[in-house]
């Protein structure tokens, strides 16, 4: 979810844990940015436009901000239209009260969380329609130095961070976020969180009418008919859809398959839901935005342990590869291999503490390979082969 940032501190931090790597990749799958991948093997910076965004609704609009409206309407038709007339009289007005107010609450803190501007207060006084200026290396190593950014002209604070995607500082920076196609800060985080917490109990809701359903069939299947229009049929394979404003006969199978596809949609939108509410809840425990988490070091933010050697760090100077020079070499196919990888696994820059910096890297040697996920190693290695 996050994109390009320019910060005002270097990020070169270590992962010294498999659990720390897991949650990264898993965050990886909910959206992070494959842009910048691609971007990044064609060893190119992001792109920064002149004019900043003010919120998701802003162009340019993403992909998965469409996918997520798509999997809210095709859950709630399924919801309110097919499964809860199954279900007995009594339990489907409970079921229409309490996963209507859970989706009236969701769409609310949805809307709310891609519709506010994240942005620090002074760089909100400014207009948008001015376009911001390019930012020049030559002149300034950093986009914020001393609190102060050079592209919005305007002192933030602390935890403010310049999003290149949205070319603004935002305050109190967690991270950006595709789904919404907006940042998340202090502003908005917390509707963020609500829209998260909301969305996994009302795919809990589902999950749970669904089961009951199948279970339902296979002992009664009379149970699940006993809507007032089921009395005009008497084809036990034959079953209505959308009650009681738009009946729709439909067979057997049918129901099977639209009940087995939102089952199974359903439980790996709240496994991937679920373990981002958890991974917010964790960094809610330890006082931690996403972005310090991936940037500034997990390990700085808790207890060292005395036992058991400390992370070896090797500083490694930047080669420069070329496709015509290195096509009979190993790391040829290794490199192919891996950006096929990256590509399908959608791994950021960044994300597991791979810093670059004045054409110099800080990655884990090989001794400490067995303290994290084969993957880290991995991405550092494609970066060192891709990076000048």
């Known amino acids: 979810m996050t994109a390009l940032l320019f910060s005002d501190k270097k990020a070169s931090t270590a992962i010294s844990s498999p659990g720390t790597g897991w949650c990264c990749f898993m965050m990886d799958l909910c959206g992070w940015s494959q842009r910048q991948a691609v971007l990044e093997a064609r060893n190119k910076r992001a792109p920064v436009s002149n004019l900043s965004r003010v919120n998701g609704w802003s162009w340019p609009l993403h992909p998965f901000q ?3 409206w798509t999997m809210v309407f095709i859950f709630s038709l399924a919801n309110f239209g097919v499964f809860i007339p199954f279900l007995p009289p009594n339990w489907n007005f409970i079921a229409y009260g309490v996963t209507g107010g859970l989706f009236l609450f969701h769409l609310v803190v949805h809307l709310t969380a891609v519709s506010i501007d994240p942005a620090e207060a002074t760089v909100r006084l400014r207009n948008y329609a001015e376009p911001l200026p390019i930012f020049d290396r030559t002149k300034h190593a950093h986009v914020i130095q001393n609190q102060y950014c050079h592209l919005c002209q305007v002192t933030v604070n602390k935890k403010a961070k310049h999003c290149s995607y949205c070319n603004k500082c935002v305050s109190n920076f967690d991270h950006h976020c595709k789904w919404l196609n907006n940042c998340v800060g202090s502003r908005n985080y917390w509707y963020f969180f609500s829209s998260l917490v909301s969305a996994s109990i009302s795919l809990l809701c589902l999950i749970t009418i669904l089961l009951f359903i199948f279970i339902q069939f296979f002992i009664n299947p009379a149970q699940l008919r006993t809507h007032p229009h089921y009395k005009n049929i008497s084809d036990a394979n034959t079953w209505l859809l959308f009650l009681p404003l738009f009946p729709v006969k439909t067979k057997t199978l049918g129901v099977l398959g639209i009940g087995l596809f939102v089952l199974l949609l359903s439980i790996f939108s709240l496994v991937m839901l679920g373990h981002l509410l ?43 590869f070329s496709f015509e020079e290195n096509q ?20 950021p820059r960044g994300c597991y503490g791979l810093h670059v910096e004045e054409g110099h890297s800080h990655f884990p040697t090989l001794k400490n390979l067995k303290t994290i996920p084969i993957i880290v190693y991995i991405r550092a290695k494609l970066h060192l082969l891709y990076t000048k």
Do not use: R
């Open 66 to 68: 469409a996918l997520a």
């Open 278 to 320: 958890i991974f917010h809840v964790y960094l809610m425990s330890k006082k931690l935005s996403t972005y310090e988490f991936l940037t500034q070091g997990h390990s700085q933010k808790t207890p060292k342990v005395s036992a058991g050697p400390e992370p070896l760090f090797i500083k490694v100077k930047m080669p420069q």
């Open 328 to 347: 009979h070499s190993p790391d040829w196919l290794f490199l192919v291999c891996l950006q096929i990888c990256e590509l399908i696994l959608n791994l």
